[in-house]
């Protein structure tokens, strides 16, 4: 096993990392109020980091899945609205349209997505289901050359934003999960409308999108049936992504916390020199650590089908890592680590979101739990698996 970063991953991560801490760690408070972080956005797209699931051929880096976590990473150590928009780059909306889209679309919007002239939105929730995506009621009705869509999603992310919308609804009203397909939606198209706004504790803004008798040509329909089947690998994907988030998060908290209590003198001494401060740090250590060697373990053999068992206990450990270790950066900051003077407040805001989005814990748990029911342990253990 080489737990070693190769020139080429030190390099990448060196050049984000640089522009991050050097910048955007000072800009973190502007996007809190739903602002969406267009600066950064464009200083990301000259690295050619909003590419990195667009395939080379459109202009992108086609990077592995390990090395895309370790781009979010280093953007999340400091700015989690930033992060969030560039996994919504990277996420699966653009991976829909690089394997699915006509040619003519692909070549049209993926070279945009990478200069972030084509910012994605995916919209799958809706008012009464999110997790229970068998229960979407949005349904689109193909007629000769045109598809005609009904419906309303909630709690989408960079509606305002987006250049193109990937809609998940139903196809000619076929019922279950297996009715659910795929349409293309790009912003201005006639019956389409953001009709709500969510501000969330995270800093970004949500919104409520309506399809109102919209019609699209049939070649935007890129999946008729049983989407999330068939798009199995692509969730998968951003359940080793989601948490790469949720990992920079923690450790952006741990860093600052560490600088804080070797700084911050009381009772004539750094905080960090009682006791109980240092078993904190040590625990926060410990808890990103291990998170780390989940995670990379399943981004590493990601490519090309990431494994669904991995990813979901990567995500869903990270995911609660980043709520416990974001929590005490705030404790070890005292009252200041309430306020926005400090970044561990906006980081711990944004590690709540982790566990909800893209598969929540409750769900990934179920997952987990079910596989490990179903398995044999055989004479060598399932803890085995993989490794020998
Ligand atoms: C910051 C943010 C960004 C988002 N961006 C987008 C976006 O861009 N596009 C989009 O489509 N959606 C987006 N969402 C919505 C998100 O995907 C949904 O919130 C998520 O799928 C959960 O759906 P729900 O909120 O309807 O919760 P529900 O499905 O109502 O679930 C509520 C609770 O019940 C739990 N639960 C579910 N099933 C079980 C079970 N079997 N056993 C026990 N408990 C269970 C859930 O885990 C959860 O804790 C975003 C949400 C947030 C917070």
């Known amino acids: 096993m080489e737990f070693r970063l190769s020139d080429t991953q030190r390099a990448l991560v060196g050049s984000v990392r640089e522009l991050a801490q050097g910048r955007f760690r000072q800009r973190g408070l502007r996007w809190m109020d739903g602002t969406f972080p267009w600066e950064n956005i464009r200083e990301l797209a000259s690295l050619g980091v909003l590419g990195m699931s667009v395939p080379e051929e459109y202009g992108g880096m086609g990077l592995a899945v ?98 193109m919308f990937v809609v998940f609804t139903r196809i000619d009203g076929k019922p279950g999960r297996e009715g659910i397909g795929c349409v293309l939606v790009e912003r201005g198209t006639p019956g389409l409308e953001v009709t709500g706004t969510y501000h969330t504790m995270g800093g970004e803004n949500l919104h409520e999108v309506q399809f109102r008798d919209m019609e699209v040509p049939l070649e935007n329909l890129v999946l008729r049936e049983d989407g999330f089947r068939r798009l199995l690998t692509a969730f998968n994907t951003q359940r080793c992504l989601n948490p790469a988030i949720s990992l920079g998060l923690a450790e952006g908290a741990f860093d600052e916390t560490l600088r804080y209590v070797r700084d911050r003198t009381i009772f004539g001494k750094p905080i960090g020199d009682f006791q109980g401060a240092r078993w904190k740090l040590a625990d926060m250590y410990k808890d990103i650590e291990a998170a780390r060697g989940l995670l990379y373990r399943a981004c590493m053999t990601a490519d090309p089908f990431p494994d669904p068992f991995l990813a979901a206990t990567a995500k869903v450990f990270c995911n609660e890592m980043a709520i416990r270790v974001t929590n005490e950066a705030v404790q070890l900051h005292g009252g200041f680590g309430f306020t926005d003077e400090y970044p561990v407040s906006r980081l711990y805001r944004g590690a709540r979101y982790g566990s909800l989005g893209g598969g929540a814990s409750e769900t990934l748990r179920d997952l987990i739990g079910k596989k490990l029911m179903a398995e044999d342990p055989g004479p060598d253990g399932i803890l085995a698996r993989g490794y020998f």
Do not use: W
Not at 85 to 104: D, H, M, N, W
Not at 127 to 132: E, K, N, V
Not at 141 to 151: A, I, L, P, Q, S
């Open 66 to 163: 390990f090395e895309t976590a370790l781009v979010l990473e280093e953007i999340a150590k400091v700015c989690y609205p930033t992060a969030m928009a560039v996994l919504g780059e990277a996420g699966v909306q653009t991976r829909v349209i690089a394997k699915y889209a006509p040619e003519s679309i692909r070549s049209r919007i993926l070279p945009q997505v990478c200069s972030g002239d084509c910012i994605l939105s995916i919209c799958m929730t809706e008012p009464h289901a999110g997790t229970d995506v068998a229960n979407y009621r949005t349904n689109a009705v193909v007629k000769g050359d045109r598809v005609v869509v009904n419906g309303v999603k909630t709690l989408i992310s960079r509606a305002e934003e987006a250049g």
